[in-house]
């Protein structure tokens, strides 16, 4: 079924009403000024630079890798089963 180009119209009028409507509502709406609930003054991560790494992480990782070669370990891309 098609759609005539005044019932298009209609439908953009209405839409446009819309979204006035709701974007003067929106307007009138007050947001408290508050302060963020949660302040964090020390964080979970120890912020580092990516070059050291814990001997211990690394040596567990590697034995749990299925498949590994040298430094690296060789993960699928994807796998779907």
């Not at 819309?18 to 979970?44: C, G, H, N």
């Amino acid at each position: 079924m098609a759609i005539s180009e005044s019932e298009k119209e209609q439908i953009r009028m209405q839409a446009k009403k819309m979204t006035d409507s709701f974007s003067e509502k929106l307007s009138r709406v007050k947001t408290p000024d508050a302060e963020p609930v949660i302040k964090k003054k020390s964080y979970e991560r120890e912020q580092g630079n990516g070059e050291e790494c814990d001997s211990d992480f690394r040596k567990i990782m590697f034995e749990n890798a299925p498949k590994k070669e040298k430094d690296f370990i060789l993960a699928e891309k994807k796998k779907w089963e």
